[in-house]
């Protein structure tokens, strides 16, 4: 393997995936592809499946693995996925994991590498209870641990910042449930497929953003 191009971020609510991710695809410069990022776009556009998400997302359960995939894949087959992407958030079961590798393997392709971000539970609380978003571009912040240099603005495409419904406490502790539930059978999954890289994401950004990088070239 040269570059692992095609990856997958495993971590709970509030690991900083979005946070890594962003800068990983930066790196690489593969595009950053994150399913609660395109659900919320097709909140703001008010679509069908935007309505049909929001009543899951608003109660910290999983929108339906049918629509997931289907949004999902079709956004991998758009021209600037092709060398590569950062997948962020998906899949989340073991039936969106399987059909990634399905519709990988029908063009002799494979998921590269899997970094999953571990996090203690209180701390995934705090950040998520201090998370701004950007209303433009989904960049995350935080309100003391990465403050955006004007209060409410984002850095990068001046957009507004805001907080998300689903980051308010109760919302948050059934997410972390469903994780639990759903999503961490995935860590076993991938570890089968060898391509597991376990990264201490309970340190400052830039330290996390180096272990990435270095767990994921071995
Ligand atoms: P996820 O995508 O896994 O839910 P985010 O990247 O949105 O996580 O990060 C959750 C919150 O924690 C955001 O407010 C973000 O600014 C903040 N954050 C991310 N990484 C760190 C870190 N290493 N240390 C402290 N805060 C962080
Ligand atoms: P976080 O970054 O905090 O983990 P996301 O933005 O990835 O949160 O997801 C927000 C919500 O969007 C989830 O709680 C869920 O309702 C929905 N969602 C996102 N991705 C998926 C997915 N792959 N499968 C099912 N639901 C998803
Ligand atoms: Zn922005």
């Given at each position: 393997?040269?570059?692992?191009?095609?990856?997958?971020?495993l971590?709970?609510?509030?690991?900083?995936?979005?946070?890594?991710?962003?800068q990983?695809?930066?790196?690489?410069?593969?595009?950053?592809?994150?399913?609660?990022?395109?659900?919320?776009?097709h909140?703001?556009?008010?679509?069908?499946l935007?309505?049909?998400?929001?009543?899951y997302?608003?109660?910290?359960?999983?929108?339906?693995?049918?629509?997931?995939?289907?949004?999902?894949?079709?956004?991998?087959?758009?021209?600037?996925a092709?060398?590569?992407?950062?997948?962020?958030?998906?899949?989340?079961?073991?039936?969106?994991?399987?059909?990634?590798?399905?519709?990988?393997?029908?063009?002799?392709?494979?998921?590269d590498?899997?970094?999953l971000?571990?996090?203690?539970?209180?701390?995934?609380?705090?950040?998520?209870?201090?998370?701004?978003?950007?209303?433009?571009?989904?960049?995350p912040?935080?309100?003391?641990?990465?403050?955006?240099?004007?209060?409410?603005?984002?850095?990068?495409?001046?957009?507004?910042?805001?907080?998300?419904a689903?980051?308010?406490?109760?919302?948050?502790?059934?997410?972390?449930?469903?994780?639990?539930?759903?999503?961490?059978p995935?860590?076993?999954?991938?570890?089968?497929?060898?391509?597991?890289?376990?990264?201490?994401g309970?340190q400052?950004?830039?330290?996390?953003?180096?272990?990435?990088?270095?767990?994921?070239?071995?």
């Amino acid at each position: 393997m040269t570059v692992p191009v095609r990856v997958v971020f495993l971590g709970p609510p509030g690991a900083g995936k979005g946070t890594q991710a962003k800068q990983l695809a930066e790196h690489f410069e593969v595009p950053h592809v994150a399913s609660g990022d395109l659900f919320r776009k097709h909140q703001v556009e008010n679509t069908e499946l935007g309505q049909l998400a929001k009543r899951y997302m608003e109660r910290g359960e999983l929108v339906p693995d049918g629509v997931t995939i289907s949004m999902v894949l079709e956004r991998l087959q758009e021209p600037d996925a092709a060398n590569g992407y950062i997948l962020d958030g998906f899949p989340r079961t073991l039936e969106q994991a399987r059909a990634l590798d399905k519709a990988l393997a029908e063009h002799q392709r494979s998921i590269d590498r899997t970094p999953l971000l571990q996090v203690d539970t209180e701390e995934l609380v705090r950040r998520l209870a201090g998370r701004w978003l950007c209303s433009k571009c989904q960049r995350p912040y935080h309100e003391v641990t990465a403050p955006p240099k004007e209060k409410g603005i984002c850095d990068v495409c001046g957009g507004e910042l805001m907080q998300r419904a689903d980051d308010q406490p109760d919302v948050v502790r059934k997410r972390l449930q469903t994780y639990e539930e759903q999503t961490a059978p995935l860590v076993g999954y991938y570890k089968e497929q060898g391509k597991l890289r376990t990264v201490n994401g309970d340190q400052a950004i830039e330290d996390v953003g180096r272990d990435l990088i270095s767990a994921m070239m071995e």
